[in-house]
């Protein structure tokens, strides 16, 4: 928030009125789910928060899970795929489906992902199926009997040339056939299928071997279409999709959000190597919006596969893995996705609905994700030094070694950041001291650190050199005012509101008091279902983001629950147009 005048309040309105319709969505019907996520400090939006991929668990496993997902601040998790099976047992049948429907599987079934997701709500957890859309299981014998006919794939044999595109695109990947997704028909067939999902609560969609799938630019539709379902999604881009890389990427991140598997393996790769990562992201470096982004630590296909197909972090610490995500998660533009390791190493052992790793709840690994969701829309800057990987946000930092050794370490304060002063590492409770350049402090075990203050940023100002000057009036009036100065004056308001109209942030009813009752005006007020009066307005923009959205509803609920994170919420207006 500026230190605005009342009289911008006009315009704030227009604006707010704009931002509404788009956010609609947030009726009352979903107060619950904002309400339990403000008590695990999740973010309202989903694109904020990190995703847990619960590879190979059941439904009902997750399900029991999501208490300690919710407190180690994982805002979604991800299933694998809820499509028929070819053959239940082995995690790779499930990418083998025999068509565009909810199955049952090792999984579960139905009725089990609709509880999954009703019960990931009153957490504000989203669940993110994985869904198979651009081949089906081999033995076309088995596929759903719409989509048997040859009209609806290609064949053009094997891909042969990983750079040519309309091979990549239109051939096949091993002995799966490849469907023209660029038929309307097909597309219509996918299309239902997300929609049955989203028809039981599903939040998004996480799309297998996307790169296979060409864009609207190389004249197939397919992921234009699939975003009128509104959900939330990413698709799979392993290593380069061919052809002009990041001008594809950049046609696939108008619809989708996308892997960037080269950063993410230069992350691990530089944790294994004890080197620090000197890149602060591969396509984003090449011009890729990097909110359109998700990295990881490890992916199933890095751990699931045989070394020799790629299956190369299977025998990695677990603490390599968590030091690369550390880096990659603490960013408050992309995204970051933390694999449940599989309890077995080989392939052939690896089986669905078994259930993984739970050392997403560690210390380190919830301490990353707590700072990600309490720093929402703050700036953020990538730095390395004295052996560390370090990123910066305007309330703290994340410092990470790269060699994973603990000790002493002093680092930049990249771009002064972080505010000088004293923080206490989440992970090991030790201190860290910031200055304007440095910031000092003991790595524990792990070697990642992270601290952060959740109370609203101020910019350092510099000392003045030259104490103020007063100018005298150069003509100051020697005669009595007369009738004629006595007219009214014009309503421009050039001054900041004055202590009779003073307010507590947060307050949104006006009553003198910050209640859920606020939080749930506010919500109304978004879905345009109560108006807020200018004053309100003002006071219900606690996150400082100029607009009225659902994330100020959220930082009441956390003020109440005495939750870090709140913004501006409790903080009268008089006090907060005394900050420097």
């Not at 909810?102 to 579960?108: H, P, W």
């Not at 470096?285 to 890095?302: A, F, N, P, Q, R």
């Not at 009225?548 to 207006?573: F, H, N, R, S």
């Amino acid at each position: 928030m500026t230190k605005r005048i009342i009289g911008l309040l006009l315009c704030v309105s227009i604006i707010i009125s704009c931002f509404v319709f788009g956010a609609v969505h947030s009726s009352a019907a979903e107060s619950s789910k904002q309400q339990t996520g403000a008590d695990y400090g999740l973010p309202s939006d989903i694109n904020d928060g990190n995703i847990l991929h619960c590879f190979n668990w059941k439904y009902n496993d997750i399900k029991n899970s999501l208490k300690s997902i919710a407190e180690a601040g994982f805002k979604a998790v991800q299933t694998s795929p809820a499509q028929q099976p070819d053959t239940d047992g082995k995690w790779y049948w499930l990418y083998m489906p025999k068509g565009f429907y909810v199955g049952s599987s090792n999984l579960g079934n139905k009725n089990e992902l609709k509880a999954l997701c009703t019960e990931a709500k009153k957490y504000g957890i989203n669940v993110i199926v994985d869904v198979v859309a651009n081949h089906l299981t081999g033995d076309h014998s088995k596929i759903q009997s719409d989509l048997k006919d040859g009209k609806y794939w290609h064949n053009k044999g094997k891909v042969s040339d990983w750079n040519n595109r309309t091979q990549v695109t239109q051939c096949n990947i091993g002995d799966y056939g490849d469907l023209k997704t660029e038929d309307s028909y097909v597309q219509s067939v996918v299309k239902k299928y997300l929609n049955e999902l989203k028809s039981i609560g599903v939040s998004g969609f996480r799309f297998d071997a996307a790169k296979h799938i060409a864009t609207p630019a190389e004249g197939d539709s397919f992921f234009k279409t699939m975003k009128d379902v509104g959900l939330y999604s990413y698709g799979e881009i392993l290593d380069n999709p061919g052809g002009n890389g990041a001008e594809v990427l950049k046609e696939y991140t108008k619809y989708i959000k996308v892997n960037d598997c080269n950063y993410s393996g230069e992350c691990t790769g530089g944790m294994r190597d004890g080197k620090v990562v000197t890149n602060a992201g591969h396509w984003s470096k090449k011009g890729v919006d990097s909110t359109k982004l998700i990295y990881w630590g490890e992916s199933h296909d890095t751990f699931s596969n045989n070394q020799n197909d790629g299956g190369w972090t299977k025998y990695l610490n677990q603490n390599v893995i968590d030091r690369s995500y550390a880096i990659q998660a603490c960013r408050g533009d992309a995204q970051a996705l933390y694999l449940s390791r599989p309890s077995a190493t080989d392939r052939e052992n690896i089986y669905a609905g078994s259930k993984g790793s739970t050392h997403f709840t560690s210390k380190e690994v919830a301490a990353v994700n707590h700072f990600k969701n309490a720093l929402v829309g703050r700036e953020q800057s990538y730095t390395t030094g004295d052996g560390c990987d370090v990123v910066c946000r305007q309330g703290g930092a994340v410092v990470v070694s790269a060699n994973g050794k603990g000790g002493t370490k002093t680092v930049p304060n990249s771009d002064g950041l972080v505010l000088p002063g004293t923080y206490t590492d989440e992970v090991t409770g030790n201190k860290w001291t910031v200055t304007k350049t440095t910031i000092t402090g003991n790595l524990g075990s792990t070697g990642i650190a992270v601290f952060y203050s959740t109370d609203p940023y101020v910019e350092p100002t510099e000392p003045t050199t030259q104490p103020p000057t007063t100018t005298a009036p150069t003509n100051p009036p020697t005669q009595p005012q007369t009738e004629t100065t006595t007219a009214p004056p014009t309503q421009t308001v050039t001054e900041p509101p004055t202590e009779a109209f003073d307010g507590i942030f947060g307050d949104a009813n006006e009553d003198e008091t910050v209640s859920i009752k606020d939080a749930t005006l506010i919500q109304k007020h978004i879905a345009a279902l109560e108006t807020l009066s200018e004053r309100a307005e003002l006071l219900a923009d606690v996150n400082e983001n100029d607009r009225i959205d659902i994330k100020d509803a959220t930082c009441v609920q956390k003020y109440l629950a005495k939750m870090v994170g709140y913004g501006l919420v409790g903080m009268t207006y008089t006090q907060y147009m005394s900050v420097p």
